[in-house]
């Protein structure tokens, strides 16, 4: 299978990125790690005039640590963050949902900022980072703003990103208080994409009592939801598994999940409070 | 529209090759095709089967899923580059040891892909090794072989 014909750009600086899209416009993609774009151009999903490759461009890739904040490069393999010690010891949920997607081959090539761009409804990335309260800098030639994960994800595929402006860092803060983090999720079995999946972010304070709770399911609709009713269960309560089962039987609260061929609605809703509950339980007992 | 062909400088198996290639072509295509080498297989065509699995650079990838314009400069190797000289590389000589093949057809991105996991991790066992596989699939289900050739090849000294 062959994608329809393109021209292609390897562009060396950001500069250069801003004035093909200027050129280009609407024609022009964005290519970062392609494994999620060249898939979609073989199928003729989509026939993009113009491929700007952003993977020659130097600064764009690798994790630090500034101050409160962990800085994570648009094209950041999963590979490394799920390899790098700073995200396991900072972040193992983050690892842990790297470590998850797609295959290892998808991993090596497939990009943090392009997951994250590409907001497709069963990847895994969007709903951790929503439960770590990232955001992502989204830089162009007028400058840069940072959008809040809670607010970039608008719909299926449908991102906060204007066409003019390129993803470049995810940030994700990170808190005075130690904070737990979580990922588990049910994949479908022959294309790895997530069925259903959640995402916890826990803050415990010296007698074990949750301070701050985000809880996110993925799978459920067309962006990551945040599941509110289990977060108001946890919050200000130790966590025995009473309060944690009694928290995660509220993640189905208010969601609208799309029934599909192997999936349908009861099947979804039930698997929500399943997948809560086993993410809440995987945070809550890491050291 | 025609689009401007574009240049492909890398070197495979040792090789150095420089050429002008289309865009759109496949750096699987690109190997079989342009350069002959048809160890490299293609499967499934869309990022599941691992078949066409090369190492780019160092790491394992499927070569349907890059362009042959975005590996310029890499250094990569596919199967034929895996042996030295007549000396198999430890992941063959075990698949041969343990029959880690029914029809052959997944054989080489099997090799490739359990080849740069004992590069990245060579104490891997056989929770990780399962992990490593899921992006290659075998349509004999000939996988228990498969696994304990590649466990045989981590347990070979080096």
């Known amino acids: 299978m062959h994608p329809a014909s393109f021209g292609y750009e390897a562009p060396a600086s950001l500069e250069e990125v801003f004035g093909l899209l200027r050129q280009h416009g609407e024609d022009a993609k964005l290519l970062a790690g392609g494994h999620s774009l060249l898939p979609a151009m073989k199928l003729r999903l989509t026939q993009p005039e113009v491929l700007i490759d952003l993977g020659r461009i130097p600064g764009l890739s690798g994790i630090r640590q500034d101050g409160d904040t962990l800085i994570i490069g648009a094209l950041t393999t999963h590979t490394e963050v799920s390899a790098s010690e700073t995200v396991r010891n900072l972040l193992p949920g983050l690892a842990d949902t790297a470590s998850v997607i797609g295959d290892l081959q998808v991993r090596n090539r497939g990009t943090m900022g392009g997951s994250v761009a590409h907001a497709d409804p069963g990847a895994d990335l969007p709903v951790t980072l929503t439960a770590l309260n990232a955001s992502f800098m989204l830089t162009s030639a007028e400058g840069g703003r940072t959008v809040a994960a809670d607010d970039f994800f608008v719909d299926f595929f449908t991102t906060a990103l204007e066409p003019h402006e390129i993803l470049t860092a995810i940030h994700i803060p990170l808190p005075a208080a130690p904070t737990r983090t979580s990922y588990a999720k049910l994949p479908h079995p022959a294309s790895g994409y997530v069925v259903v999946s959640a995402a916890a972010a826990l803050t415990l304070d010296g007698s074990g009592a949750c301070t701050g709770a985000r809880v996110v399911l993925g799978g459920v609709g067309g962006t990551p939801h945040r599941a509110t009713g289990t977060e108001t269960a946890l919050n200000g309560q130790a966590l025995t598994p009473e309060v944690i089962a009694a928290a995660a039987e509220r993640a189905a609260d208010g969601i609208d999940p799309h029934a599909d061929s192997y999936a349908d609605e009861e099947y979804k809703r039930h698997m929500a409070a399943v997948y809560a509950r086993r993410a809440i339980e995987a945070a809550a007992a890491r050291a | ?158």
């Open chain 2, 1 to 158: 529209m025609e689009h401007p062909a574009r240049p492909v400088n890398v070197t495979v198996n040792g090789t150095s090759h420089a050429t002008e290639v289309e865009p759109r072509l496949l750096l699987v295509h690109f190997l079989r095709e342009n350069l002959g080498l048809t160890g490299t297989h293609v499967g499934c065509d869309t990022s599941q089967c691992g078949a066409c699995t090369v190492h780019l650079n160092g790491a394992a990838v499927k070569s349907c899923t890059v362009l042959a314009v975005q590996a310029d400069g890499a250094e990569i190797t596919t199967i034929e580059g895996l042996a030295d000289g007549a000396t198999l590389h430890p992941v063959q000589a075990a698949f041969q040891e343990e029959h880690g093949l029914q029809c052959g057809f997944c054989t080489p991105g099997m090799v490739m892909t359990a080849a740069y996991l004992l590069e990245t991790r060579p104490d891997a066992d056989d929770e990780a090794i399962k992990h490593a596989l899921e992006g290659n699939l075998c349509r004999c289900t000939g996988y228990v072989n498969i696994v304990k050739a590649i466990r045989t090849a981590a347990q070979q000294p080096r």
